[in-house]
């Protein structure tokens, strides 16, 4: 494949380090059981899954405003047929009222099996129902009632267009305090959007986990798409760090078409949970960007140990 690898800030003492083979091994746990997203379109479509993607792995179904439920229900129980487990966004502002939701939810669990799902706030400026966010949607206390084990909650390391920074954090201390309460019945865990570079993610890691966050995090990466697919989705969902470091690859570029790869990321955000064992950042999480089989094909050889560190541990090779 011809990769371009995306520049990640990695600490000197970790990047020099003679430890390759500890961080080789830290890469590979860390793109074990990663999960990877698809709309609802796109697997209506589907006849196979890449022979890399192993069976039961996480498919999320991405949510996209407009569409009506019945697709994401349909594509849910065409990930079930495949053998995969469908993770079925749902954006709490497209939401009617509690009604309407634990329909949803029976529905996706009669059809599908479905016990985990990715609960968005959702970009539309005007709710439809009772629910403004995430957390009204929570309380209803309707995921435990039916039955789901897993509940993904959207997370912004490099902010939110459409939420406040004090909302933001405010909402985090009231996620925490659910995750909390209801510990016995459903496990929580967030998910971040994609970024292009580690380092705002590691400092939003810290940050938040000082100030008293304890979910485990799922990072979101770009796949392998072109350069200017990624910048156009960069822009339109307001990863800023992340894009200027993006957009300074440009000049590397041979050809625009070229993927480029998130290895160098993969490799920081390693790094740092094997110099930070209480670091939260549990696993791996990919926006595919129409590049879904060769994106599955890279993370698959990384997590199988089929790839070469080079520049001191900074960049994979696959």
Not at 45 to 57: I, K, M, Q, V, W
Not at 75 to 87: D, K, N, S, T, Y
Not at 134 to 156: C, D, K, S, V, Y
Not at 286 to 306: K, L, M, N
């Amino acid at each position: 494949m011809n990769l371009i690898q995306i520049s990640a800030t990695l600490a000197p003492e970790v990047a020099a380090s003679p430890e390759a083979p500890s961080l080789k091994r830290e890469i590979a746990a860390l793109m074990r059981d990663f999960s990877i997203e698809k709309s609802p379109g796109e697997v209506a479509s589907l006849r196979a899954l890449p022979a890399d993607l192993p069976r039961g792995s996480r498919v999320y179904i991405t949510w996209i405003s407009g569409n009506n439920f019945d697709k994401t229900l349909r594509a849910a129980v065409r990930l079930r047929e495949l053998g995969m487990e469908p993770v079925p966004h749902l954006a709490a502002r497209a939401i009617a009222d509690a009604q309407a939701l634990d329909g949803m939810l029976a529905a996706l669990r009669r059809e599908a099996a479905v016990q985990q799902s990715l609960l968005v706030a959702g970009s539309i400026r005007r709710p439809v129902g009772q629910f403004d966010s995430t957390l009204p949607a929570l309380a209803t206390g309707l995921f435990e009632r039916n039955g789901w084990r897993i509940l993904g909650l959207a997370a912004h390391p490099e902010g939110s267009p459409d939420i406040a920074t004090e909302a933001l954090a405010d909402a985090m201390r009231r996620k925490n305090a659910y995750a909390q309460a209801c510990a016995a019945t459903l496990a929580m865990r967030l998910v971040t959007q994609f970024c292009f570079d580690a380092a705002p993610v590691l400092a939003w890691e810290r940050s938040t986990r000082s100030a008293g966050n304890r979910l485990p995090i799922h990072v979101g990466l770009a796949g392998l798409a072109s350069l200017p697919t990624l910048i156009r989705f960069a822009r339109h969902c307001g990863v800023g760090a992340s894009l200027g470091v993006l957009t300074r690859q440009a000049g590397r570029l041979l050809k625009l078409a070229s993927a480029v790869s998130p290895g160098e990321v993969v490799a920081a955000l390693a790094a740092a949970r094997l110099a930070d064992p209480t670091c939260l950042i549990e696993r791996l999480h990919f926006f595919p960007f129409g590049s879904f089989d060769a994106t599955v094909a890279w993370a698959a050889a990384v997590a199988r140990g089929e790839f070469e560190l080079r520049r001191d541990g900074r960049e994979i090779v696959v």
